[in-house]
């Protein structure tokens, strides 16, 4: 029994240490996430070559919400897999010194970038649809800003909503939501 109960939370430990691993910069990192130059109009493109929907992730150094997200969200299986199959996830550091180029060309660091769009939560989700004018920055091109923490059920109903295009439609999120939520 002894051996039981340890075995179980090494698992649990060892699932919490795989699901928040640290960068350099201090930020969560996943292997869903991109790498890529943060140039929006390049990221908008690979995403739409690999038939994923562009997703913007804005965190911080020290933030809780980030790891509640990444340690509890973020981990889930079903979240996890719609992440790593149907989205094309670019993340920025709220205070970070990367030079990201906006859809509308302006190139500004990470931090600056953030005042621009008037950003004050972390964790912030932008989702983009699969075409953005170039004189629209990200919040005026964003067809869902989400900020803040949320559980996984509302996570993954938003992301499924998203790429499902459920904005163009008639049901609101909130309809959506409550209407899964019941079954």
């Given at each position: 029994m002894y051996?039981?109960?340890?075995?179980?939370?090494?698992?649990i430990f060892g699932l919490q240490?795989?699901?928040?691993?640290?960068?350099?910069?201090?930020?969560h990192k996943a292997p869903w996430m991109r790498e890529t130059f943060k140039d929006l109009r390049e990221?908008?493109?690979?995403?739409n070559l690999e038939g994923k929907r562009l997703l913007l992730l804005i965190e911080q150094r020290g933030c809780v919400y980030c790891r509640k997200m990444h340690e509890q969200v973020f981990a889930d299986p079903e979240v996890k897999a719609l992440l790593e199959d149907k989205y094309f996830v670019v993340q920025l550091n709220m205070f970070g010194d990367?030079?990201?180029?906006?859809?509308?060309?302006?190139?500004?660091?990470e931090k600056e970038?953030?005042?621009?769009?008037?950003?004050?939560f972390t964790p912030t989700?932008?989702?983009?649809?699969?075409?953005?004018s170039d004189t629209r920055?990200?919040?005026?091109?964003?067809?869902?800003t989400m900020p803040g923490a949320f559980s996984k059920f509302t996570t993954l109903d938003l992301l499924t909503w998203v790429f499902e295009k459920g904005y163009e439609g008639d049901e609101n999120f909130q309809?959506?939501?409550a209407r899964r939520f019941k079954k």
């Open positions: 051996r039981a109960v340890l075995l179980f939370f090494a698992c240490v795989q699901a928040s691993q640290m960068g350099d910069d201090g930020l990221d908008l493109e690979d995403a990367v030079e990201v180029t906006d859809f509308d060309g302006t190139a500004l660091p970038m953030a005042k621009r769009w008037r950003l004050l989700m932008l989702f983009f649809p699969e075409f953005v920055s990200a919040p005026q091109a964003a067809v869902v309809k959506y939501h």
